[in-house]
């Protein structure tokens, strides 16, 4: 049987941009590597026509944020016939948005930090009392957060009521909806899951850096960070966070792969932080080195999620 024709998408408008093109070209290489016809194409305005002239077997979506992430470019593949790789579109759509997320997380008992959702509307109209409120509860150290911004962009933690306002001034200006959760202590952790119905998860990956948090130039400049595979934390700690893991994918529904970010609290509870539909495919990041501590090498990573994205989907699941 010969080999399906992989289209990469890869580019796109988003802030990560850079991310994909480094993502997109790893993933080419790979399928290359294991013979298969796979060319590389950047999201832009000519994408439809693109797709139709070469007519690929399956996309590859190697796009990162908003335009990639969220289910737009899912909803494009939909209408046009075109399996892809990945999560659909209601899965995507809710794991880019964090707030979204933690809605689900809490209705599901999945433990996750304490927080608040501000809309731009209500946070200007009863910025004291709001203010107030944040410090009670959750009360500090708190961390601000666009709701929709990947890379821990517009990001901030305060550690005094000082500079709370400010933070969350800053945070409005990358989205119409900021996040203010409580400051969870703890090692940080990432658990990747891979699999459609019944998805596996990978070893835990604990995150070591010197910076405040793992922002964007800790996480993409080499030497800034170190991931320890497994997690330094007790086997029954790890193994919470590894089903909670496989939980998160399976609520939100998600497909093919996915990635959760953790903060494991010394008494074992893994606080869920967020979901990436798309985790980052670089040579530095954190999903393909998982998947190497459970024996399965970057090309054949790379096959298995094109294999998963090509199996028959459930009724309930199509779209
Ligand atoms: N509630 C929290 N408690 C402690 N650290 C946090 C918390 N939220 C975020 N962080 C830190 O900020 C980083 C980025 O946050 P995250 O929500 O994963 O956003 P993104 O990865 O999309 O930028 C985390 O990896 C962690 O280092
Ligand atoms: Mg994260």
Redesign the pocket.
């Known amino acids: 049987m010969s080999k399906p024709k992989v289209a990469v998408l890869l580019g796109g408008r988003s802030k990560e941009r850079e991310i994909s093109l480094v993502t997109g070209e790893e993933i080419y290489k790979a399928l290359l590597q294991k013979n298969y016809p796979a060319f590389k194409i950047d999201l832009d305005e000519n994408i439809v026509e693109n797709l139709k002239k070469e007519s690929p077997d399956v996309v590859f979506i190697a796009l990162h944020g908003r335009c990639g992430e969220d289910g737009t470019v899912q909803g494009m593949l939909e209408l046009l016939g075109i399996p892809y790789t990945g999560s659909g579109i209601l899965a995507s759509a809710l794991g880019i948005n964090?707030i979204v997320t933690k809605r689900i997380f809490k209705a599901e008992e999945i433990p996750t930090?304490g927080f608040r959702a501000l809309t731009l509307r209500s946070f200007r109209a009863g910025k004291q009392e709001i203010i107030k409120d944040l410090l009670t509860d959750p009360g500090l150290p708190l961390?601000v957060?666009p709701a929709n911004?990947?890379?821990?962009?517009g990001?901030s933690?305060i550690g005094e009521a000082e500079g709370l306002s400010e933070a969350i001034e800053m945070a409005f200006e990358y989205d119409k909806e900021v996040l203010v959760?409580?400051?969870?202590e703890g090692t940080?952790i990432t658990v990747g899951v891979l699999g459609n119905e019944d998805p596996q998860s990978l070893p835990t990956l604990e995150?070591v850096y010197d910076s405040e948090?793992?922002?964007y130039e800790t996480k993409y400049t080499k030497g800034m960070s170190n991931h320890i595979i497994p997690a330094r934390i007790p086997e029954e700690h790890r193994k919470r966070a590894r089903e909670m893991a496989i939980r998160i994918h399976e609520v939100l529904g998600c497909r093919g792969f996915s990635r959760a970010?953790f903060?494991v609290s010394v008494d074992g509870t893994p606080y869920a932080?967020?979901v990436n539909t798309i985790p980052g495919m670089t040579p530095l990041s954190l999903f393909p080195d998982s998947a190497r501590a459970a024996g399965i090498e970057f090309p054949e990573l790379v096959v298995k999620i094109v294999e998963l994205a090509l199996e028959e989907r459930r009724p309930e699941q199509k779209p």
């Open positions: 964090k930090a961390v957060k911004e990947g890379s821990t962009i990001m933690i959760e409580q400051f969870i940080e995150i948090m793992y922002d970010d903060i932080l967020e």
